[in-house]
């Protein structure tokens, strides 16, 4: 299987997509002629002429509702956020707008729309363009929302996205653009809502998505080196949410630890604690736990930096303590 | 570019337009006031909920806009939505069913007064958020362009929305790219409580798309023939030439912002409501029918008639509609049904 890039995959999936269905564009800020603020859109110019991959002023809400009302009409449009952080001026047309239509219009009006781009911190950009946001959307009922970690993953869950009849939120990890991934060179697809068990292990179960699946997978490395096996779910998509994986690891394991980038208060993490609790109680022999970023805005400073986001050290520590090792 | 239209449209208009289609206007602004009258009534009966918007005083806007429209044309327009469904053909049982949070309601008692939707006659909306909707129109009109057909879309939307946002980031998209898309604000002079010149640094609205380099025009939103005029002509251009239009209907509206309200409340006088009220659209138009011979006094009072029974076959259509059942709580949430969530039927 060729070894290709988490950005390469995007493309690849975007370009497929583009080829397969007419009703399929890319529209956002310098997705054209620059190629993508991250290269995810390498070449689509070229390829699909600027009908289908569509430059914009740099106008979030305005954009993100053009595509919502070309989606009104049947169109399929993805919308590239440059960041995430970006959405925040797009996001009335995505919550009131794309969430909403199918259900207040009594079942007239889908939205087959994906959003998608880069989220998370990456290295020094400061709090303005360091923030993972999946768990503001996926509190909203009417999007569904994706957080793929790995090439492979990401690939198949685009199409899959693109291919769906509701909004989709689609989380790309800012820093894994460059990792790399077997990625098939045959056409497939991953379904929105279906977990995968990235790590297998009997002691502990990590719940971690996006980048942070790399982080605990780092932690369960040096963790297996002192005779500890951590298994790993990455849930994929945040909404819906494949719960039973998870369950079904903590029957084996009985302890549980959930790794988020995001901050923790009212954080995603704090749901899934809960789905734990209310379906695995007899099961558990520790309390979740969970790794967070912490409750700041990201600061610029590397040492800060670096205590501000959760590590493998960090993770190594909530599972000795879920053991009671500490 | 801002042009206004001037009184020639009259008799331009009265020549031109056939007489079905001139009593057929003064129909549906009869037919759009009784219905909302009897909104008003039902409100006050609380068979309507929620906020409820009327649009009395405005009449002369919807029914001159929309008269210019193919049916498959699409509109989008604010929470002020009842007329334009009406006007642009959505049964008035249904849109009444929708108002009283019915099943049988457009929007299967899911969307009330401020979400009225109606696919098949090409109502893509009443939508709540004040200047919202106006990029979602904007991208109507971009895949009107994307698929090659020459459907309009027309967007309706309030003068304080001009000071949103949404509003100057669609026009510039719908000027840069050349959208077949229409943009008709309706300045009743207040939002909520507001008035244009308390909100907005220039009073002229129309002048607002000299910045994007967009086709303006101005017109006495009270008459309902210079509308047609002037909403008539953009509509060509559009089709022809792909040049968007942002039009300023200036009008009136004699009610409060929305049932809650007064009619005057703190920010407009008595004295100005009343005097406004002696412009009013339907009675306006209704002279210059007369004056023409197209119509006489029984005349008028046949087509009052027919909007009165409609009204009331409207309601008795409200109140023989079930309730949504409690099944319906978790329809329509997502397209591809999972979990709890599922699809209505048909
Ligand atoms: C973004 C937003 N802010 C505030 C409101 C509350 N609100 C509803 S209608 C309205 C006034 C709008 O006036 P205008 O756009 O002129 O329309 P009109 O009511 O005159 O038809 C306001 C402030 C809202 N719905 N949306």
Redesign the interface.
């Known amino acids: 299987m060729p070894l290709i890039t988490y950005r390469d995959a995007l493309n690849q999936a975007l370009r497929e997509e583009l080829r397969r269905d007419p009703n399929v564009?890319l529209m956002g800020e310098e997705v054209g002629v620059y190629q993508g603020a991250y290269k995810v859109s390498k070449d689509l110019l070229q390829e699909f002429g600027e009908?289908r991959i569509i430059d914009?002023?740099i106008?979030e809400?305005?954009?993100?509702?053009?595509?919502?009302?070309?989606?009104?009409?049947?169109?399929r449009p993805v919308i590239e956020m440059m960041t995430w952080n970006f959405s925040l001026l797009a996001m009335?047309?995505i919550i009131?707008?794309a969430a909403k239509?199918?259900?207040?219009?009594?079942?007239?009006?889908?939205i087959?729309i994906v959003v998608r781009g880069p989220g998370g911190a990456a290295h020094q950009l400061a709090a303005q363009h360091s923030q993972s946001i999946e768990s503001w959307y996926a509190h909203v009922?009417?999007l569904?929302v994706v957080a793929p970690s790995t090439p492979y993953d990401a690939k198949g869950l685009l199409k899959s996205a693109i291919r769906?009849?509701?909004p989709v939120i689609f989380f790309e990890g800012e820093t894994l653009y460059g990792s790399k991934g077997e990625v098939p060179a045959e056409e497939y697809t991953i379904p929105i809502?279906v977990a995968d068990i990235k790590r297998q292990g009997t002691d502990v179960t990590l719940v971690a998505w996006s980048k942070m699946v790399m982080v605990a997978m780092k932690a369960a490395e040096q963790l297996a080196a002192e005779g500890i096996s951590c298994e790993i779910v990455d849930p994929r998509s945040l909404r819906?949410f494949d719960n039973a994986p998870i369950l079904a690891s903590i029957a084996k394991t009985n302890r549980c630890v959930i790794v988020e980038e995001g901050w923790p208060y009212a954080g995603l993490g704090a749901q899934i604690a809960y789905q734990i609790q209310q379906s695995a109680f007899d099961d558990l022999d520790a309390p979740v736990t969970r790794v967070t970023g912490a409750d700041v805005p990201m600061p610029y400073a590397r040492n800060l930096e670096h205590l501000a986001m959760p590590s493998p050290a960090s993770v190594v520590a909530a599972v000795r303590e879920v053991l009671y090792r500490s | 570019m801002a042009a206004t239209t001037t009184p020639d449209h009259i008799s331009r208009q009265l020549g031109s337009t056939p007489k079905a289609t001139l009593l057929d206007m003064l129909a549906k602004m009869l037919l759009g006031r009784r219905f909302e009258e009897k909104c008003a009534e039902m409100y006050a009966l609380q068979n309507i909920g929620g906020f409820c918007h009327l649009y009395i005083g405005q009449e002369a806007v919807a029914v001159g806009a929309l008269s210019t429209l193919r049916p498959d044309d699409?509109i989008f327009t604010s929470y002020r939505d009842h007329v334009h469904a009406i006007v642009k053909g959505c049964d008035p049982g249904r849109v009444m069913a929708e108002l009283f949070g019915r099943r049988d309601?457009?929007?299967?008692?899911?969307?009330g007064s401020m979400?009225l939707?109606?696919?098949q006659v090409g109502l893509?909306?009443g939508h709540a958020?004040v200047g919202?909707h106006?990029?979602?129109?904007?991208?109507?009109?971009?895949?009107s362009k994307?698929?090659q057909t020459d459907r309009v879309t027309l967007c309706f939307f309030g003068e304080a929305a001009v000071n949103i946002?949404?509003f100057h980031?669609?026009l510039?998209?719908a000027a840069?790219w050349k959208l077949p898309c229409i943009y008709i604000v309706e300045n009743n002079r207040y939002g909520m409580g507001t008035s244009i010149e308390r909100a907005s640094a220039i009073y002229d609205v129309a002048a607002r798309a000299s910045a994007y380099d967009m086709a303006s025009e101005t017109v006495d939103g009270m008459d309902v023939l210079a509308v047609r005029d002037c909403v008539g002509r953009a509509v060509e251009r559009v089709r022809s030439e792909h040049a968007p239009t942002l039009i300023e209907a200036r009008c009136y509206r004699f009610m409060g912002h929305s049932m809650s309200d007064p009619v005057h409340g703190h920010y407009r006088t008595k004295e100005e409501v009343e005097e406004q009220k002696l412009q009013d659209p339907i009675k306006a138009y209704f002279g210059r029918l007369l004056a023409a011979g197209l119509i006489d006094q029984n005349g008028l009072l046949e087509l009052d008639r027919e909007a009165r029974e409609t009204v009331e076959r409207a309601i008795r259509f409200a109140e023989a509609s079930p309730e949504p059942s409690a099944d319906d709580l978790y329809?329509?949430?997502?397209?591809?049904p999972?979990?709890p969530f599922r699809?209505?039927e048909a």
């Open positions: 564009f009908r914009t002023p106008t809400e305005g954009f993100t509702g053009v595509g919502i009302g070309a989606a009104m009409v049947g169109l009335d047309q009131n707008g239509l199918l259900y207040m219009s009594g079942g007239q009006f889908s087959p009922p009417g569904k769906d009849n509701d809502g819906p | 699409a309601g457009v929007s299967k008692g899911k969307g979400h939707f109606d696919r893509y909306g958020i919202g106006i990029p979602l129109a904007t991208g109507v009109a971009f895949a994307y698929q946002g949404a980031e669609s510039n998209m840069l329809a329509d949430v997502y397209a591809e999972y979990g699809k209505s």
